[in-house]
Structure formats: structure tokens, C-alpha cells
């Protein structure tokens, strides 16, 4: 079984950093694609960056360029930077494991995520 345990959110002010982290337990962490999502109140949950078992990484399109997703299989950690924050930023993010494909098919996201953690973005 895994399991998922985020850390590293908080309150921010617009234009700030924050560095989200995701520590797996299991022997498996390395074998695996990670991704976030993040959810706000009132709306679904989207999909924010995947990292593939070999360190290849996509973005959405609302964090392209402000986010880098980032792993060490040695800590079996995932990692989330995020700078130049806004508040429309503000959500919960959970972290989970799942699979990517070569052909680009969709991320597939297995049933292992973590509690999550909040993120919020005000003055």
C-alpha cells in the first residue's frame, strides 16, 4: 500500500513562491509517474503537472512557465515549485501516483493520493 503525505503549503502574497512536497511511502515511488491536481471551492479538481518515471514533465496550461515539478527517487519525494503565485492559485493540492503514456495518452491516475494541502494566495 502507499501512501502520500504533502507538505509545504501556506498562506502567500500574490507574486510569491511557495514549494509543495510529497513524501511516498513503498518501494515503488521510482517506478511511477507523479502528478498534482489542485481544487478550489465550488469547482472540479484539475490536473497541474505530471512527472514521468523517467523525469519528463508536462504542465497545464494555467501554470505553464510559473511551476516546475520536480522528484527524488532516492527520497521517493515529489516536489512542486511555484512562483509568481496569484490568487486565483488558491486551491487544495494533493499529489498522486499513476502512469503516463508514450503515445500521449492522458496521465491515469491510480487511487493513491495524498490528504492534500492548502494553498492560499492573498494580501
Known amino acids: 500500500q502507499v501512501q502520500l503525505v504533502e507538505s509545504g503549503g501556506g498562506l502567500v502574497q500574490p507574486g510569491g513562491s511557495l514549494r509543495l512536497s510529497c513524501a511516498a511511502s513503498?518501494?515503488?515511488?521510482?517506478?511511477?509517474?507523479m502528478a498534482w491536481y489542485r481544487q478550489a471551492p465550488g469547482k472540479e479538481r484539475d490536473l497541474v503537472a505530471v512527472?514521468?518515471?523517467?523525469?519528463?514533465?508536462n504542465y497545464a496550461y494555467f501554470v505553464k512557465g510559473r511551476f516546475t515539478i520536480s522528484r527524488d527517487n532516492a527520497k521517493s519525494t515529489v516536489y512542486l515549485q511555484m512562483n509568481s503565485l496569484t490568487p486565483e492559485d488558491t486551491a487544495v493540492y494533493c499529489c498522486?501516483?499513476?502512469?503516463?503514456?508514450?503515445?500521449?495518452?492522458?496521465?491515469?491516475?491510480?487511487?493513491?493520493w495524498g490528504q492534500g494541502t492548502q494553498v492560499t494566495v492573498s494580501s
Open positions: 498522486n501516483m499513476g502512469r503516463t503514456y508514450s503515445d500521449g495518452s492522458p496521465y491515469k491516475p491510480y487511487n493513491y
Open positions: 513503498g518501494s515503488i515511488f521510482g517506478l511511477n509517474a
Open positions: 512527472i514521468s518515471s523517467d523525469g519528463s514533465t
